[in-house]
């Protein structure tokens, strides 16, 4: 009974280790990270000279070495038991290692703490497999479901990490998250406006041509940033999200900018409403609402976050346009984002 505690253990810490180590190699092989944070523990230690010895990057090898750790678990026999034993007491002096060179940095890589923590617990059940000459529980379904396992722990976040986006570390949080939220394959535009403000209207008339071209590479995020000095700017915003809750946000959007500026009173934006085949009553309904108020505010929280300083601000992915922006450089900021997908 112990010896199948101390097999299941085994099991459990290499399936721990193998989903940090795959998490890791996807960070270490793509452009920018999709799991770690650039600027936290895990990017430190990347940057530091122990991260790719001889070139190739430390969680392949972290990998390898794990992945045969396990398979010797599943294998009966002397042989196993030492070839098991040999490669965990290896891993487990790299692992202690590891944790004291990041304890010099001050610097904590959560995955490699993982790896080097289950390193470290399986070179204890190693030794003491090697000294009680513990074999696998008898039969084949143990033995092959728990490799299916170990390998589905490799498979799992490899085919996660590749399919989300590498955000560069640089981005603001609330940038990459839009990002993120267009997912692979798509350039998101996060446009901060405000309907009455002139440079937004000519940067509008400027962008708008270049999105029908490109609408399958490029997903529009707009976010209302009405200004005080505009008499009716936030009703324009209000309407604005309501055009997008009830599925006309472009229309609406695109109706609100090339109202003339006097025309977007509450009175006006109902007139747009029902030209854009919004349901009038739905459309008051929502515009009362006081979550679309709060809608508003959480766009203003997000521009302030981005450290906006007046409008249009664009974003292109990771690069920023502030101020009204001419068709070329609009134009030349996408299709360069598109060929970076």
């Known amino acids: ?3 199948n505690l101390w ?7 290499a399936a721990a280790a193998l989903v940090a180590s795959a998490i ?5 092989v793509r452009p920018a990270p999709v799991f770690c944070d650039a600027g936290g523990g895990c990017g430190k230690v990347k940057e530091t000279v122990f991260a790719r010895p001889f070139g190739v990057p430390l969680p392949a090898i972290g990998l390898i070495g794990v992945l045969g750790i396990g398979l010797a678990a599943l294998v009966p026999g002397r042989v196993a038991r030492i070839a098991q034993a040999a490669l965990a007491v290896v891993g487990g002096a790299v692992a202690l290692f590891l944790f004291g060179i990041q304890a010099k940095m001050g610097a904590l890589c959560p995955f490699c703490a993982v790896v080097d923590g289950a390193s470290i617990g399986l070179a204890a059940i190693a030794i003491l497999r090697w000294r009680k000459a513990w074999d696998p529980p008898r039969g084949r379904l143990v033995p092959t479901a728990s490799a299916v396992g170990l390998v589905a722990s490799i498979g799992v976040p490899f085919a996660v990490g590749f399919q989300l986006r590498a955000i560069p570390g640089d981005v603001p949080a609330v940038i990459a998250e839009e990002m993120r939220a267009s997912g692979r394959g798509k350039v998101t535009v996060v446009d901060f406006v405000d309907f009455e403000c002139p440079f937004c209207r000519m940067t509008h008339a400027e962008l708008t041509p270049l999105l029908e071209p490109r609408k399958d590479k490029v997903r529009v995020a707009r976010k209302h940033v009405p200004l ?5 700017a936030m009703d324009a915003a209000k309407a604005a999200c309501c055009g997008e809750a009830l599925g006309k946000g472009d229309a609406m959007a695109d109706a609100l900018f090339h109202a003339p500026p006097n ?6 934006c109902e007139r747009l409403a029902v030209q854009q085949g919004l349901a009038l009553e739905k459309f008051r309904a929502c515009v009362k609402d006081p979550a679309t108020e709060a809608r508003i505010e959480k ?4 521009f302030r976050a981005v450290k906006g300083h007046g409008l249009p601000t664009i974003w292109v992915d990771g690069t920023k346009l502030e ?3 001419d068709r070329e450089t609009l134009a030349a900021t996408l299709d360069e984002a598109i060929r970076a997908l």
Do not use: C, I, S
Not at 228 to 232: A, E, K, L, N
């Open 299 to 302: 766009d203003k929280e997000t």
């Open 263 to 268: 025309e977007l009173t509450p009175e006006g």
């Open 1 to 3: 009974m112990r010896k």
């Open 7 to 13: 097999f299941w253990l085994t099991v459990v810490l």
């Open 228 to 232: 005080r000095m505009h008499p009716h």
């Open 323 to 325: 101020g009204a922006q």
């Open 24 to 28: 890791l190699l996807v960070d270490y």
